[in-house]
């Protein structure tokens, strides 16, 4: 079946632009995450929705971000005024239920901010 | 003490070899221990979980030692597809326990 999608694959925008990131997860997996990996650094907590529950959004690095589920389905990722610090692949993952539950991931975005 | 670190490697060995990679975590409470691999410029994917007893799949062995907080991951007879990044990953505990905190990864490359 298909797996996590996102969009788009690539983004090169200006400082102090918005951008606007899609993720599309599996089929029925109720659980959504969202990663920042910088250069030669480790995957970083972002948020995460859970079915119909509060986001937890504990891991948003400023109020710049911000992130969306609609209809328990497709995920945005919401970056206002981009530094150039924001430069990072942002990564989507979903998995059927909480943790213990394997997390699928998306290819990613790969964010440069000029 | 990081939350999980690993030796950044690069580990580089000829096809055949054994080689093994090792992980510590610092939270005695958690409870759900994986590895990943991610190739480069791919996204990580779930390369096995491991449990307390120990696991294997194929050339790979996972183990877990929770009175030291350290995990290790075994690959015997390494093939060229081996080489990639492989990332120690570890649950949160309590409330949080969704949140995975990923290592920076341990970076291989097998040559022929």
């Known amino acids: 079946g298909a797996g996590v999608s996102q969009s788009p694959s690539n983004k090169v925008t200006e400082k102090g632009k918005d951008v606007e990131l899609r993720c599309d997860p599996i089929s029925g997996h109720t659980a959504l995450y969202w990663y920042r990996q910088s250069l030669g650094q480790g995957l970083e907590f972002l948020i995460y929705?859970?079915?119909?529950?509060?986001?937890?959004k504990s891991g948003l690095p400023s109020d710049r971000f911000s992130a969306e589920r609609t209809g328990g389905s497709v995920s945005t990722l919401t970056i206002q005024r981009t530094q150039q610090e924001d430069s990072a692949v942002y990564l989507c993952?979903?998995?059927?239920?909480?943790?213990?539950?394997?997390?699928?991931f998306g290819p990613g975005t790969r964010l440069l901010v000029l | 003490r990081k939350e999980v670190e690993q030796d950044p490697g690069p580990f580089n060995v000829p096809e055949g070899a054994t080689v093994a990679f090792n992980c510590t975590y610092s939270n005695s409470a958690s409870q759900s221990f994986f590895w990943y691999r991610q190739d480069c410029r791919k996204e990580p994917k779930l390369l096995m979980s491991?449990?307390?007893s120990g696991n294997e799949d194929g050339r790979f062995t996972a183990q877990l030692n929770r009175a030291s907080q350290y995990i290790s991951l075994l690959i015997r007879d390494s093939k060229l597809s081996d080489s990639a990044t492989y990332l120690c990953?570890?649950?949160?505990?309590?409330?949080?326990?969704?949140?995975?905190?990923f290592g920076k990864g341990t970076l291989l490359t097998v040559n022929p």
């Open positions: 990953v570890v649950n949160r505990s309590g409330g949080s326990n969704y949140k995975l905190t």
């Open positions: 929705f859970q079915g119909n529950s509060a986001p937890d």
């Open positions: 993952a979903s998995s059927l239920s909480r943790v213990q539950e394997t997390q699928y």
């Open positions: 491991v449990y307390s």
